[in-house]
């Protein structure tokens, strides 16, 4: 079998896992589901985060147990970082959102060979959405190809951004930029980048990897990048799994963003 062959399979698998995870998930949306608090009280978490997260891995680990594992709510096991192939997984991406009954979330999975993902899969049952890519492929969103946004009549820069992080823009790009709402998840708001519906966004530090990585390769299979603010790529299963602040977008996007959030807005 070839890599590409290889990847596909993987890409198939995780597409199934994720909708079976998101359809455990969507049991749990509207229903008021138990929630707790990690990080100091800062990040919520739900009965729903654990039983997708569950499913996942119990159909990803039991179909490829050579590879290792990184998820937002799975106890970080360091076996990971001599694996040459892992799954990495957010079981709900927009937490937040789903407690709140918002449609926004997605569950997020991609396989990461090297350092580099190589499938993805983000799927987003309360809104009827699935995206997808695999190394070398074209991006989907329900199957139908897309590609990142080729600008706009106006010359705007329409991005997903913190409004303090504009705010400091000079006054001219300022006037360049218009800027979405909230956007509640990281993931979804990087697979609006990928199906052109916004031209780039501004990432805030302490992402993790499982909030990006499937996301990431759909980007770029769209025709866009996701890159730190020296302009390089990331790469995935490190021993530390969080990001410095990052850009994403088309090609024109980037190249205008990056220089004014390296150069202040930071």
Sequence with gaps: MSAAEHWQEDLDLILH??????????????????????????????????????????????????????????????????????????????????????????????????????????????????????????????????????GHADNKLVIAADEGLVKKFDPAFREMVHRVGHIPSLAYRLAMVADGRIDGTIVKRNSHDWDLAAADLIVERAGGRLVDLDGRRLVYNRTDVRHEMLVAGAEGAVRDLLPKVAGGAG
């Design 17 to 150: 896992a994720a909708r079976q995870a998101g359809e455990v998930a969507h049991g749990f949306f509207g229903q008021a589901p138990e929630v707790w608090w990690k990080n100091e009280g800062r990040s919520p978490v739900s009965a729903a985060d654990f039983a997708a997260n569950d499913r996942l891995e119990s159909l990803l680990r039991e179909a490829r147990p050579d590879y290792g594992w990184l998820s937002e709510e799975t106890d970080d096991d360091v076996a990971r970082l001599s694996c040459e192939t892992l799954f990495v997984v957010d079981p709900i991406d927009g937490t937040r959102a789903f407690i709140n009954g918002e449609k926004t979330w997605c569950v997020s999975v991609a396989v990461v060979h090297r350092g580099q993902p190589v499938a993805g899969v983000l799927v987003a049952p309360a809104l009827n959405e699935e995206f997808s890519a695999v190394k070398d492929g074209p991006a989907l969103k329900n199957d139908d190809p897309i590609t990142v946004s080729v």
